[in-house]
């Protein structure tokens, strides 16, 4: 492999320091990084200049879905493949098949939520170069990382390392991939 | 008034974690039950809830064997503790929602201290509904005829009926409730794992935090699914307990067809949650030293919803009656006085002093905020709201259209015991769960601290 190194890491003390630090990063030009927080951060997104999330359009695709099969199933179960009049009703009851379609469009929304939410964050990934470093352990309990990707344009094991120090960056150290 | 709870300066509004903590001390005390070795209580009511356990599993073998007859069941009364008891539990879980989902839109961040307890409540409650919705087909190995599936009788089932409905609703909301719970869970697990000091549990909450890592990149998506689910479960819950009620109100029986039962099922389900949370809350706090996370602007909060939801029940049973009165129908004026002074008139008042009087003492907040007192009201409100139940279903089933055919329904030790065992079930699992999962939502409750905001420290309000 030619490239062994997966990037820079450095600690910050306070959400506060993170968020600017990654204020700096963005304003540098920097576009592989990454900050890691034990809970998320106001004002992050924007921070690091990301762009909206787009699981909310996954979710509406997934939940017209829902609400169509639905629909269908029902109005297929009981106008063709299941005729029976119970209490005089008409076989198509549209009326009566409105809960079991939100229970169904819900039922898809959720689903695509949750599994949408893991699909866009690639998870389950038991390997990341960031377990690597000895120091990353606290960023789920009390630690706040910064890491810039030796993939990235402006990436310099010297200037980065610099940059990551003038934004208060402490402990930082190099990742191997 | 308390100004304080109500400022809107957030540098005077109430605290929610006491005693000084740090980010890196929540993760102590949250994770310590789970990393410590488990206390002898532990283990003794672990023990005992098992006994319980297997108590249930004995009468539903038994209920498999031999029929539904070992119930006291019988016409005319067809539902009996099966359906009360399976309201009860279904209830019991809404709480869990309406504190996971509703204030999390509501944005009250008080709610992080107690949204996964409740929400593991909801989870381990509507397993024990599910469960007697199972079994009380009486035929548990033919229940996949309720599910739409291609079959060799070419048979499906009425979706015209609230039955069909509240299947979907009841096995939706398990689904949605037990993601929800898993999604919020995830970050805490990352948390379990970087802090794990043995290879096996460092092994299987790496598994179970899939790899979780704190990126912001994540974080992103995870706050949108959050609010997603939060905005899904919303009308879900609603939509579960008035599916649940239709299950009566679409009948055409006295007492039970009436247009205000899905609002006031709802209130009553949210009533009795809380109880539940209440009850269970109180002991973990005291027992896990808590305090600083469940403080008693927590067990106050909700005491106050408690309030609000039993007096809305209140209203609801008052209106009963006006309405029983106001339509001139008399088989409705009927059921509603045989409520109150027939056969079941001892079921009726225990429920109306158990949810409408007692819980009316928190309107003195020397009662809100003294901790044995409100304890032995969620009790008292878990015991009414199982006998509201009780007297829905069974004072209406008892007196039907044909006086000859009146009955008198007392359970059998079956139905004791197999009610005796759901709770077995349910303190099973919340005992496994208090052992090898945070209880408390760690990132969340984090997330709210003071130091989490980003502008922590900088003085421009002085």
Request: aromatic share 18%.
């Given at each position: 492999?030619?490239?062994?190194?997966?990037?820079?890491?450095?600690?910050?003390?306070?959400?506060?320091?993170?968020?600017?630090?990654?204020?700096?990063?963005?304003?540098?030009?920097?576009?592989k990084f990454e900050t890691y927080s034990p809970f998320p951060i106001h004002g992050m997104d924007a921070a690091m200049g990301l762009k909206d999330s787009i699981l909310g359009w996954i979710v509406f695709v997934f939940g017209a879905t829902g609400l169509t099969c639905g629909f269908l199933l029902q109005t297929w179960v009981s106008v063709y493949a299941y005729k029976i009049t119970v209490s005089g009703?008409?076989?198509?009851?549209?009326?009566?098949?409105?809960?079991?379609?939100?229970?169904?469009?819900?039922?898809?929304?959720?689903?695509?939520?949750?599994?949408?939410?893991?699909?866009?964050?690639?998870?389950p990934?038991?390997?990341?170069?960031?377990?690597?470093?000895?120091?990353?352990?606290?960023?789920?309990?009390?630690?706040?990382?910064?890491?810039?990707?030796?993939?990235?344009?402006?990436?310099?094991?010297?200037?980065?390392?610099?940059?990551?120090?003038?934004?208060?960056?402490?402990?930082?150290?190099?990742?191997?991939? | 008034m308390d100004t304080q709870v109500f400022s809107e300066d957030p540098s005077?509004?109430?605290?929610?974690?006491?005693?000084?903590?740090?980010?890196?001390?929540?993760?102590?005390?949250?994770?310590k039950p789970i990393e410590d070795k488990a206390p002898t209580w532990w283990l003794i009511g672990l023990m005992a809830s098992l006994s319980f356990l297997l108590l249930l599993f004995s009468m539903l073998g038994y209920l498999v064997w031999e029929g539904i007859g070992i119930w006291g069941l019988n016409n005319p009364v067809m539902w009996g503790w099966d359906l009360v008891t399976f309201v009860f539990w279904i209830g019991i879980g809404h709480a869990g929602t309406l504190i996971s989902a509703i204030l999390f839109l509501f944005r009250q961040k008080w709610r992080t201290s107690i949204n996964r307890f409740a929400e593991a409540m909801t989870i381990f409650a509507v397993m024990c509904a599910g469960l007697y919705i199972g079994?009380?087909?009486?035929?548990?190995?033919?229940?996949?005829?309720?599910?739409?599936?291609?079959?060799?009788?070419?048979m499906w089932g009425n979706f015209r009926s609230p039955l069909l409905w509240d299947l979907f609703a009841v096995s939706t909301y398990f689904t949605i409730s037990l993601l929800f719970w898993y999604v919020g869970l995830v970050p805490d697990l990352a948390t379990l794992r970087d802090r794990a000091a043995?290879?096996?549990?460092?092994?299987?909450?790496?598994?179970?935090?899939?790899?979780?890592?704190?990126?912001?990149?994540?974080?992103?998506?995870?706050?949108?699914?959050?609010?997603i689910l939060a905005a899904l479960s919303t009308p879900l819950v609603l939509s579960v307990h008035s599916i649940v009620s239709f299950d009566f109100a679409a009948s055409q029986l006295p007492g039970w067809h009436t247009t205000i039962f899905p609002p006031y099922f709802v209130a009553g389900a949210i009533f009795s949650g809380f109880a539940m949370v209440m009850t269970l809350m109180l002991i973990a706090r005291e027992i896990f030293g808590l305090k600083d996370m469940v403080t008693l602007h927590h067990l106050e909060t909700m005491n106050k919803i408690i309030l609000a939801t039993g007096t809305m029940v209140g209203y609801a049973y008052a209106m009963e009656f006006f309405v029983a009165w106001y339509s001139g129908n008399e088989y409705e004026a009927f059921a509603f006085i045989n409520r109150a002074f027939g056969p079941y008139a001892w079921a009726y008042w225990t429920m109306v002093s158990s949810n409408v009087i007692f819980p009316q003492l928190f309107w003195f907040k020397k009662i809100r905020t003294h901790?044995?007192?409100?304890?032995?009201?969620?009790?008292?409100?878990?015991?009414?709201?199982?006998?509201?139940?009780?007297?829905?279903?069974?004072?209406?089933?008892?007196?039907?259209?044909?006086?000859?055919?009146?009955?008198?329904?007392?359970?059998?030790?079956?139905?004791?015991?197999?009610?005796?065992?759901?709770?077995?079930?349910?303190?099973?699992?919340?005992?496994?769960?208090?052992?090898?999962?945070?209880?408390?939502?760690?990132?969340?409750?984090?997330?709210?601290?003071?130091e989490a905001n980003p502008h922590h420290g900088e003085t421009h309000h002085g």
């Open positions: 492999m030619a490239n062994e190194i997966y990037g820079l890491v450095a600690e910050f003390d306070t959400p506060g320091s993170l968020l600017r630090a990654a204020e700096g990063l963005r304003d540098f030009g920097y576009k009703k008409p076989l198509f009851s549209f009326q009566a098949f409105v809960p079991v379609c939100f229970e169904v469009m819900i039922l898809f929304s959720g689903l695509a939520a949750v599994f949408g939410m893991f699909t866009l964050n690639s998870l990934e038991l390997y990341h170069a960031m377990f690597n470093h000895p120091r990353f352990a606290i960023a789920s309990s009390h630690g706040f990382f910064v890491s810039v990707e030796a993939e990235d344009g402006l990436y310099s094991e010297v200037e980065t390392w610099q940059l990551l120090e003038k934004l208060g960056g402490k402990h930082i150290a190099t990742v191997e991939a | 005077r509004r109430q605290k929610l974690v006491l005693g000084g903590h740090t980010f890196a001390s929540i993760s102590d005390v949250v994770c079994f009380h087909i009486g035929r548990f190995w033919v229940a996949y005829y309720l599910f739409p599936i291609p079959n060799s009788m070419q043995t290879k096996t549990r460092k092994f299987v909450y790496a598994i179970l935090s899939m790899g979780w890592r704190g990126a912001n990149r994540h974080w992103q998506n995870y706050e949108r699914a959050y609010l901790i044995p007192t409100m304890f032995v009201i969620s009790i008292i409100v878990n015991i009414g709201m199982w006998f509201e139940r009780f007297v829905i279903t069974v004072t209406s089933l008892h007196r039907d259209f044909l006086p000859s055919s009146w009955e008198y329904y007392s359970p059998t030790w079956v139905e004791v015991c197999q009610f005796l065992g759901s709770f077995g079930l349910f303190f099973t699992l919340f005992l496994l769960f208090l052992k090898f999962l945070p209880m408390i939502a760690i990132s969340e409750v984090k997330g709210i601290m003071p």
